[in-house]
């Protein structure tokens, strides 16, 4: 008996076969590709919210009852002003401030959030009390910010939007510069997440 091969149908219908097997192969390696790629994306989000969130807690859990003197040299400016419309967000004096190389330095720090190009932004001067010429190093904490709202309550618990409040006045009518909020109350509002809220108690 002679030896019978594939015929050329066959052989077409093995490669097709094949071809469709490699395409589905394909597509799902494809698919666990992207995936992986959209897990890590989301993952860094995710690590960039809470280290934001981290770093504003540090600054808040460490606020200092230092106030610092105003760049002019004329005045003293708050432990924490805010006055809701300007520039920057929030402006605090902090304490904890690591020194492992030994700088003489203190271990207080002046810090200062604000938004700029959709990005929170944090600065911190090399000085507790800078002058005008005195340039902050600044750090982009989160992109894609379309909003940020602080918030801050008193000792009366009611929560208002700048700091020091007006009552915050001493008896010889000066104003309370030392004067701490109980709590601080932080919103982003972001592309993709949407309003993300987290409140900090202060140190009293």
């Known amino acids: 008996m002679r030896a019978r091969g594939f015929t050329l149908i066959e052989l077409a219908v093995a490669i097709f076969i094949t071809a469709i097997l490699f395409a589905i192969g394909y597509g799902a390696v494809n698919q666990a590709v992207n995936s992986r790629g959209a897990l890590e994306e989301r993952q860094e989000r995710l690590l960039a919210v809470q280290t934001t969130m981290r770093v504003i807690a540090q600054d808040v859990n460490q606020l200092a009852m230092r106030p610092i003197r105003d760049p002019s040299g004329n005045d003293w400016l708050p432990v924490l002003r805010a006055t809701g419309d300007s520039q920057r967000l929030v402006e ?113």
């Open 92 to 204: 605090l004096t902090r304490g904890g401030w690591a020194n492992p190389a030994g700088v003489q330095r203190p271990a207080l720090q002046r810090v200062a959030y604000l938004l700029e190009d959709n990005k929170l932004r944090r600065e911190y001067w090399p000085v507790l009390d800078p002058l005008l010429s005195t340039q902050p190093i600044r750090r982009d904490l989160i992109t894609g910010v379309k909003s940020v709202k602080f918030r801050y309550m008193d000792v009366s618990r009611q929560w208002r939007d700048a700091w020091p409040p007006q009552t915050a006045v001493a008896n010889a009518g000066v104003l309370n510069r030392r004067l701490r909020p109980v709590a601080v109350e932080v919103t982003l509002d972001l592309d993709d997440w949407g309003k993300v809220t987290r409140i900090f108690e202060a140190p009293t």
